[in-house]
């Protein structure tokens, strides 16, 4: 009998080896230690704040939270405030009434079969209510220092804008990136691209002539050859990210 084993996904970037080493070295010169702007103070906080930034921007997920986990940090405390209580602290947040009841639901399931710890792994992390697989591979790096490529817009955007890991769907891009990416910059790599896509290579239109990598860079919507110089930013804010 022939067995046919599946071949295993073609990985296309428009650049080669040294360039990939390249453009991650500028990175990570421009931003040494790049965070990500979602405000939390534990696991858990950070679980919830990822899973409320669906379909919105970071700050105003941050300017709703602050509030919300100075009463309630943990799953317990979250719990006892209650669904309609939740509710009113984030209705400024799209989606916000389904969002409240996957705040309660994932708190209840942390309680009844985690001991109310946010678990370490992703399989666990996804049986979470309003967790996937993205906000999952946040938290495992985020807070357990786990290198991951969580692809959002801006990754998926930039993956594909600027050909560097092509795809179709974010399960793709993510599984690309995870091969093309240099492996000691992978830790960091998500949230460099995520910043880069947030304030350089913007959605609308993108701002060549501050890019680093404007040179490198193989995108058919490039609009300048010059890098931007080569420095390192001032550290970030946490909590005043615009969109």
């Avoid at 970071?58 to 719990?79: C, Q, S, Y």
């Avoid at 938290?139 to 969580?150: R, W």
Wanted: proline residues 6%; glycine residues 4%; hydrophobic residues 40%.
């Amino acid at each position: 009998m022939i067995v046919h084993r599946k071949k295993p996904a073609t990985v296309r970037s428009a650049y080669c080896e040294a360039e990939r080493e390249e453009i991650f070295r500028r990175f990570c010169v421009q931003r040494p230690e790049p965070r990500g702007e979602l405000e939390h103070t534990n696991p858990f906080t950070l679980v919830v704040a990822v899973a409320l930034s669906a379909q919105a921007t970071d700050a105003g997920v941050n300017k709703a939270t602050r509030a919300l986990f100075k009463i309630a940090d943990t799953p317990e405390k979250m719990l006892a405030l209650g669904e309609e209580r939740v509710r009113d602290y984030i209705k400024t947040i799209g989606l916000y009434r389904n969002k409240a009841k996957n705040v309660i639901a994932l708190s209840q399931i942390l309680i009844e079969k985690f001991g109310g710890v946010v678990p370490q792994t992703r399989d666990e992390l996804v049986t979470l209510p309003g967790v996937g697989r993205k906000t999952a591979n946040v938290v495992l790096s985020m807070a357990f220092g786990q290198a991951t490529m969580a692809v959002d817009t801006h990754i998926f955007r930039i993956a594909n804008r600027i050909r560097l890991a092509p795809g179709k769907t974010p399960d793709e891009v993510e599984e690309r990136l995870m091969k093309v990416v240099p492996k000691h910059y992978l830790y960091h790599a998500h949230h460099w691209l995520i910043l880069h896509g947030r304030y350089t290579c913007k959605a609308r239109k993108p701002e060549c002539e501050r890019c680093v990598i404007a040179d490198i860079c193989k995108s058919p919507e490039k609009t300048c050859d010059v890098p931007a110089p080569l420095v390192e930013l001032p550290r970030q804010v946490i909590g005043e990210a615009v969109e």
